[in-house]
């Protein structure tokens, strides 16, 4: 096993001038014996342990391992901290500008850094405007370091676990690996602050390559529970002292005595207060004979915009993807049906600038208007009422949604307006005809599939189910939109596998934002992006 020896160090060459020489090296070389006494702890831990230990199984091992390189890893930061500073100091000069503004550099003061390993303590030198102001430090710039005072790692790893947990429960996860997480409230505003930059994102995130020959675009929206003003008003009002209870199962009893009765809601309403997210994904498809293989670099992108700023995103895809205004590709617009989104289709895919689009309403809500629609005839669960719907959908699969309508415009005339239940059915066959009348040119779904296109909503609804239901819809849950906002749409680039290239390029902007004013890069923010806006009026 051969020696561990301490790497040679021209200290000369990276410590400040003279005057702070001696002080300078007496504080590297007490950090290189820190990180030298560290590393020969984990050498002979290593080479000793089976030999000393016969009552200690491999985990044992590995929990002494564990806390030997934490401890290697802050001896080995807070060194490479001191060598940093020393070296800046040694080349920067005691005042600079950064453009109007003079800075004057003050003696390095002492500041705790929270890094994977643990919290470490360095010394830094700060820079101050001459005419008073905020300053900032230039070793943190140099670094890349924020000044919220913890490792920018550890931060997007606590905000990435929020994206798909609580956020008490992302600090308790990441308590497992790290020896001091940060605390919720701080996991809340990396999230914020990571959420001002989500929207410029979208607009400039890598186009994929290798992409098919037919765009795919499906949309649809998820209600997510909110938070009623009133709601807002308790939270934010002062706080009432508490009794404290006997025991915690008393603790519901005594606040439910304290707040009387809530009263019994009324037929039809809605504790949920739910606020629709728009969900757009796009993806393509590749041929290859007669199949179009896929989907390809699927996409997700979702926001409590307004439906119209789902479709502005999604031109805006199409075209970064080479399938723009004047395209000759197909481009396949998938709906739920809803007319609304109709309506944006011609607005923004209209066929005069995409000659080859095909619009497509899922089959699976055509076919629960028809399973509603035949209970006018057939009882619920009947084998008769299986078989009817069966016969409709070999005849949508065929092209004959026409004698579809005609099956129930027949019904329709052979039920009377007046007696039992007839209201009812009417309706339903009504609601039916209607559905379909408005959707008809949809419908070809014998078509679609024999060109191998879509005709379900799947994928927009798995998003759905596993991007925003997933976090954000749970019992319990009241959510302040712009909260949620930074919450799904952070969760949306993780899910497009984008997101260690969004956190860098994130970091790289707020530095350099901060860097032009002179002040202190800081990612964390209590205070949320404003939702996003359409770029047309309504």
Known sequence: MPKITRPTVQLSLIITPPADRTRDRASLD??????????????????????????????????QLRELLRGTGRAAVELMLAVAEAKDRRERSSTYSIGDTVYRMSTP?????????????????????????????????????????????LLSTGARLATRMSFAEAREVLGWFVPQPPSTEVLEQTVLGLGHHTGRWFEVAPVPEGDGEVLVVMLDGKCVPTARESELQKRRGERAERVAAPSPRHRGRDLRKKRGRAPRRKKGDKSKNGKQVMMVVTYTLKREGKLLLGPLNRRVYASFGKKRHAFEYALEEAERRGFGKGTTKTVQIVTDGDPDLHLYTDEYFNTADFPNRVVTVDVVHVLEKLWDAGRA????????????VRV???????????????????????????????????????????????????????????????????????????????????????????????????????????????????????????????????????????????????
């Open 377 to 388: 005839r057939h009882r619920e669960g009947s084998p008769e009422l299986a078989a009817w």
């Open 109 to 153: 003061e002492p500041r705790s850094f929270n890094t994977w390993f643990g919290v470490v303590r360095y010394r830094r030198s700060y820079a101050r405007p001459i005419d008073g102001g905020v300053g900032h430090c230039p070793l943190d710039f140099e670094l890349g370091l924020l000044g919220d005072r913890i490792s920018p790692n």
């Open 30 to 63: 007490e950090r290189i014996t820190r990180l030298d006494r560290a590393l020969e702890a984990v050498r002979e831990l290593a080479l000793f342990w089976p030999c000393s230990r016969s009552d200690e199984l491999f985990e044992d091992f590995e929990v």
């Open 392 to 538: 409709q959908e070999n005849r949508l699969y065929g092209d004959k949604a026409t004698l579809v309508l005609d099956d129930l415009r027949v019904w329709l005339a052979e039920t009377p307006k007046t007696g039992p239940g007839n209201k009812g059915r009417r309706k339903r066959l009504s609601d039916a005809i209607r559905y379909l009348e408005r959707r008809l040119d949809k419908l070809n779904y014998g078509t679609y599939r024999a060109e191998d296109l879509e005709v379900g909503t799947g994928q927009v609804e798995g998003a759905i189910k596993y991007v925003i239901a997933k976090r954000c819809d749970h019992g319990g849950m009241r959510w302040i939109r712009q909260r949620a906002q930074a919450v799904i749409q952070l969760r949306c680039i993780d899910v497009n596998g984008h997101w260690q290239a969004f956190v860098r390029w994130a970091l790289a902007r707020l530095r350099t934002a901060a860097l032009a004013d002179g002040r202190r890069a800081r990612l964390q923010t209590n205070t949320p992006a404003k939702l996003p806006s359409v770029a047309h009026a309504a």
